[in-house]
């Protein structure tokens, strides 16, 4: 994720990263519409949380079983239990 400000806009650029394919193709959607929707409702608790405005681009990835790495577990932000 990069963020930025630019004249009092906050500028974010984040990637959502799916597992397969066909998860890229559900989390997009028919033409987009539900990437849209989820930009739309990040973007407002962003600014409601900032209680700024918020410019938000989402990209889709595909990295294939990175949940069964755990390098990229933590490097995606989450937590590994002990074993």
Partial sequence: M??????GIV???????VERDSQKGIVIGRGGRMLKEICTRARQEIEALLGRRVY???WVK???NWRKREADVRRFGYVVPER
């Fill in 56 to 58: 938000l681009e989402l």
């Fill in 11 to 17: 500028d974010i650029q984040a990637v959502i990263y």
């Fill in 2 to 7: 990069e963020k930025r400000e630019e004249g």
């Fill in 62 to 64: 595909v990295r294939k």
